[in-house]
T-cell receptor, first 114, second 111 residues
């Protein structure tokens, strides 16, 4: 079974721009969560989508948004980028049928904001 | 508020020198405690999920245990390839996949 895939793997943007990241979950997984990882804050939860609906949201500003499509693929968008948005963005997928008891992460997208 | 604290922050071991990593948690209604391994520049790799106090799981040189307040990841006779950051996370009550992570323990195993 193919794992979680994320594209692109690396991105360089400048302040004020916006960016869209993509995540394809493991086949059959309908829950997709997004996390931001930085050296200072560690892994922080951004939001979770299930069946095209946002089910949970972390403490991030409204510049961070996401969506999920009918095939469970998910995208996250960051508008008006700031230097502090430089981070590794990770998505994880899990299966409701297995009670979310196994959550698998993708390789991440490394975003650098200049 | 749900909280996860891992210790130590960093650990250096000689090859073959066994040790344990600690994960203390406070969560309202634990629905699972997760252990991950993360190599530099990569996404976390799922290791174990524990659900109730007294539960243990093993994988090669790793053994995870769970009590009501903390979890331990025991590493027996580690090898240099076990060098990585080990992350602990909890999922609390509620029908969601949201995880709360600790800061991680960076393990270095020297030959």
């Amino acid at each position: 079974k193919a794992g979680v895939t994320q594209t692109p793997r690396y991105l360089i943007k400048t302040r004020g721009q916006q960016v869209t990241l993509s995540c394809s979950p493991i086949s059959g997984h309908r829950s997709v969560s997004w996390y931001q990882q930085t050296p200072g804050q560690g892994l922080q939860f951004l939001f979770e989508y299930f069946s095209e609906t946002q089910r949970n949201k972390g403490n991030f500003p409204g510049r961070f948004s996401g969506r999920q499509f009918s095939n469970s693929r998910s995208e996250m968008n960051v508008s008006t980028l700031e230097l502090g948005d430089s981070a590794l963005y990770l998505c994880a997928s899990s299966s409701e049928e297995r009670g979310y008891n196994e959550q698998f992460f993708g390789p991440g997208t490394r975003l650098t904001v200049l | 508020e749900d909280q996860v604290t891992q210790s130590p922050e960093a650990l250096r071991l000689q090859e073959g020198e066994s040790s344990s990593l600690n994960c203390s948690y406070t969560v309202s209604g634990l629905r699972g405690l997760f252990w991950y391994r993360q190599d530099p520049g990569k996404g976390p790799e799922f290791l174990f999920t524990l659900y109730s106090a007294g539960e243990e799981k093993e994988k090669e040189r790793l053994k995870a245990t769970l009590t009501k307040k903390e979890s331990f990841l025991h590493i027996t006779a580690p090898k240099p390839e076990d060098s990585a950051t080990y992350l602990c996370a909890v999922r609390h009550s509620g029908n969601t996949g949201k995880l709360i992570f600790g800061q991680g323990t960076t393990l270095q195993v020297k030959p």
